[in-house]
Structure formats: structure tokens, C-alpha cells
């Protein structure tokens, strides 16, 4: 994480960086303090355009990743998709979530 005040040429060396990283990924995701009412969009951008990168790389990564993320979240992954939109490219799956005991359990005590 790359952090300080402004004007102080951050992108510009996460940009620098980037050029020089020849292994793994490499994402830059940047928080707007006039934009605050978005939370998590740094995170959210950072990990948007790692999601890109992995569509990039085609259907056979995009499966594996998809099996984990079900495997260890099981439904739960549309939670994911609710912060880093651009998952969705990744895995097969509608935002829409199924309803579960805990759901309806939860929607009674709301109401």
C-alpha cells in the first residue's frame, strides 16, 4: 500500500512499479475522499481489475477460481459480487442469492 498526501506523485510510482512487475498481478486501486459514500472502492477497484486479468487468462482459470469460492463461501459468494461487481465476469452465478433457514429466519425477526 502506497500512502501520503496529495501531489506527492503515488500514482505515478504504482504506475512505475507496474511496468517493472514481471510475475503475479499488479492491481492500483485508488480512494477519492470526495467519493466517500462508496465504501470499500479501492479494494473494489483493486480487486475489479484483478478480475479482468483472470477473464483474460480464459474459461479454465475462471472455473477454478469459481470452485473455490464456492467451495469455501458456498452461497455466500453473491456477498462478494454485492463489492467487486466485475466477479461476476469470473463466476457463473446471478447476484441473486437462494433463500436459506437463516434467510427466513433473519426476514422474521425484521418484521
Known sequence: MISGYSGTGKTTL????????KKGAFVTGKFDQY???EPLSAISQAFGELCRMIV???AALCKEIEDALHAELKSEVYLLTQIIPDLK????QSTERANTSDDTTSEARQT
Open 14 to 21: 504504482a504506475f512505475e512499479l507496474k511496468k517493472k512487475t
Open 35 to 37: 467519493n466517500s459514500g
Open 56 to 58: 483474460k487468462k480464459g
Open 89 to 92: 465476469q469470473v463466476i457463473n
